[in-house]
């Protein structure tokens, strides 16, 4: 894949596309927290002059929020105030020949049906350059918020037991914990990825969204599972590693 010459973020009104790389740096650092001023020209190593039009121009655009530092008014920090949504990468053809051949092998099987269709909608964005895993991901928290609701265990060892029997009683595949600390665990048979092409990037960030929603949900603190290796990687399983925030 190659480098990402642009980002696309989402404001309250629309999406902004992002091509400048230092503006994508600044974006990017502020997706784990608030910056102050100096701390955003320390991690670019750019000029204060730089630093301080850039911030200005995504400000403007409504990517980003300033505020004043507490303890020194003189002193602005920033704010993420929009939401990754795309990034562009190197279109993978093979990927809509694969899913249009996957939604006719599955006609007469209603479920195979709509998960290959399902499958085609998503790949045919990445056939064409544009890797929507952001947005994939944040649904996956969404809807792992609530599938987290029916769970009912408040320990890291069970909740990944409870994780295990919903991915195989859903067909969404088998669950096997390598080690627990950290917390690793293989998905083999995945229904998203499993008979996909080598494309040198994990696929899942969907499965990412969900178990990290319900790790979170169910123990009430930030956890993160970051998928490691894929069928996109050339494996024949997912491997997600598991950590807290």
């Given at each position: 894949m190659?480098?990402?010459?642009?980002?696309?973020?989402?404001?309250k009104n629309?999406v902004?596309?992002?091509k400048g790389?230092?503006?994508?740096?600044?974006?990017r650092?502020?997706?784990?927290?608030s910056l102050?001023f100096?701390e955003?020209?320390?991690a670019?190593?750019?000029?204060?002059?730089t630093i301080?039009k850039?911030?200005?121009?995504?400000e403007?655009?409504?990517?980003?929020?300033?505020f004043e530092?507490?303890?020194?008014r003189?002193?602005k920090?920033y704010?993420?105030?929009?939401?990754?949504?795309?990034?562009?990468?190197?279109?993978?053809p093979s990927?809509d020949r694969?899913?249009?051949?996957?939604v006719a092998?599955?006609?007469?099987?209603?479920?195979a049906?709509?998960?290959?269709v399902?499958?085609?909608?998503?790949y045919?964005f990445?056939?064409l350059?544009?890797?929507?895993?952001p947005?994939l991901?944040?649904?996956?928290?969404?809807?792992?918020?609530?599938?987290?609701r029916?769970?009912?265990?408040?320990?890291?060892k069970g909740v990944?037991?409870?994780v295990?029997?919903?991915?195989e009683s859903?067909?969404?595949?088998?669950?096997?914990?390598?080690?627990?600390?950290?917390?690793?665990f293989?998905v083999?048979?995945?229904y998203?990825?499993?008979?996909?092409?080598?494309?040198g990037?994990?696929?899942?960030?969907f499965?990412?969204?969900?178990?990290?929603?319900?790790?979170?949900?169910r123990?009430g603190?930030?956890?993160?599972a970051?998928?490691?290796?894929?069928?996109?990687?050339?494996h024949?399983?997912c491997k997600f590693?598991v950590?807290?925030r």
């Open positions: 190659k480098k990402s010459d642009f980002e696309l973020y989402a404001t629309t902004v596309v992002v790389k230092v503006k994508r740096q600044i974006l650092l502020l997706q784990e927290r102050g100096d955003i020209v320390e670019t190593h750019k000029a204060k002059s301080s850039h911030l200005q121009e995504l403007e655009e409504g990517l980003i929020a300033s530092d507490r303890a020194d003189r002193k920090h704010a993420l105030k929009s939401r990754l949504v795309g990034i562009s990468a190197e279109g993978s990927f694969k899913t249009i051949e996957d092998s599955a006609l007469g099987d209603p479920a049906f709509i998960n290959a399902m499958r085609s909608i998503r045919k990445d056939s350059g544009m890797d929507v895993a947005t991901y944040q649904l996956g928290t969404e809807i792992g918020t609530v599938i987290a029916d769970m009912r265990a408040s320990d890291l990944i037991e409870e295990k029997r919903f991915w859903h067909d969404l595949g088998n669950v096997e914990v390598l080690s627990e600390k950290p917390l690793t293989i083999t048979n995945c998203e990825c499993s008979d996909m092409p080598n494309v990037r994990t696929l899942c960030a499965d990412e969204g969900i178990v990290s929603a319900i790790l979170q949900r123990l603190q930030p956890y993160r970051k998928e490691i290796e894929c069928a996109g990687t050339g024949d399983h590693l950590t807290p």
